[in-house]
């Protein structure tokens, strides 16, 4: 139990273009779910919570018209990186908090986008 | 100010036992998790501890927690090469949106 997926695991792109990652719990249903990016060889850096139903609260620094987020059902939120540059280049990570262990954040896979 | 610090590296051989450390600043934390990642994966929840408790076993993984000195610890016996990962320590706090605040990880090598 407690699997998170996201899609696609690995994008590559042009600059300027937009990329939207999905965020899906498969076996919980998650009202809160985080979006987060790491870089090479350092730690997570939370971006943004994301609620459903509603919007979603950004980390200071993270511009919410750059990543823009939407949890639009219990098992589904997604991640817009809009007209993407280089250094958008990066591993992003979502993670849901199950509504029935509110104690837990269960991970996905990651998704990995180089901007060319 | 909230903050969690690791040791970045770690070293030892097949089928000793791995302690992984970790201290933390806010005392108000209600969890404190391991999380194991392995290269180009996402991140894998080991386990957790409620924060009035000071020992937990699993297994292989036995948390230690010393609240007066806010240390964590996770010990992994029998250490195996499929445990080389970056093991993060994270304080979880109550409330919904609380959000969690993370180590940078301590990368474990496990020499055959």
């Known amino acids: 139990g407690a699997v998170v997926s996201q899609h696609p695991s690995w994008v590559i792109c042009k600059s300027g273009t937009s990329v939207k990652i999905e965020c899906r719990s498969l076996d919980f249903q998650a009202t809160t779910m985080f979006w987060y990016r790491q870089f090479p060889k350092q730690s997570l850096m939370l971006m943004a919570t994301s609620n459903e139903g509603s919007k979603a609260t950004y980390e200071q620094g993270v511009e919410k018209d750059k990543f823009l987020i939407n949890h639009a059902s219990l098992t589904l939120s997604t991640l817009t990186v809009t007209s993407a540059h280089p250094e958008d280049s990066s591993f992003y990570i979502c993670?849901?908090?199950?509504?029935?262990?509110?104690?837990?954040?269960?991970f996905g896979p990651g998704t990995r986008l180089l901007v060319l | 100010g909230e903050d969690v610090e690791q040791s970045l590296f770690l070293s030892v051989r097949e089928g000793d036992s791995s302690v992984i450390n970790c201290t933390y600043t806010?005392?108000?934390?209600?969890?404190l998790y391991w999380y194991k990642q392995e290269p180009g994966a996402g991140l894998q929840l080991l386990t957790y501890i409620f924060s009035n408790m000071d020992m937990k076993q699993d297994q292989r993984l036995t948390v230690l927690l010393n609240k007066k000195d806010k240390h964590l610890s996770l010990r992994i016996a029998d250490t195996q090469t499929g445990d080389s990962a970056i093991y993060f320590c994270a304080e979880g706090f109550a409330g919904n949106n609380r959000k969690l605040i993370w180590g940078l990880g301590t990368s474990l090598a496990v020499n055959p």
């Open positions: 993670s849901a908090r199950d509504w029935g262990r509110q104690e837990t954040q269960y």
């Open positions: 806010d005392s108000s934390s209600t969890y």
